[in-house]
């Protein structure tokens, strides 16, 4: 989920500030990296926190910053600072 919402960003960034094909794939990487951790970051929320099935069905299938906005909604304020807290927020 998170992959795809940051591969989606990425292009849009590369596309609207003009980015070289070495300056996307740069971009691409520090995207797919923090990416990586960021999903980790929210899988580990998920299990400790005990996520409600609405909440990982919304996540899966948000594919836009706003929609996944909408998918914090589906979780307490306890799992939601405590998936910030995590992600260094």
């Known amino acids: ?3 795809r919402q940051i591969s989606a960003s990425v ?5 609207r500030e003009h ?5 996307h794939a740069n971009l691409d990487r520090l995207a797919r990296e923090r990416g ?6 929210m899988e580990r929320s998920c299990t400790d926190d005990r996520w409600s ?5 919304c ?6 910053d706003d929609q996944m906005r909408v998918c ?18």
């Open 53 to 57: 099935n609405e909440a990982l069905l």
């Open 1 to 3: 989920m998170v992959q």
């Open 59 to 64: 996540y899966n299938d948000a594919r836009t």
């Open 11 to 15: 292009s849009e960034i590369a596309f």
């Open 19 to 23: 980015l070289d094909q070495d300056e």
């Open 72 to 89: 914090d909604g589906h979780l307490s304020a306890t799992q939601r600072t405590a998936v910030l807290r995590r992600a260094g927020y």
């Open 36 to 41: 990586a951790w960021l999903t980790a970051t």
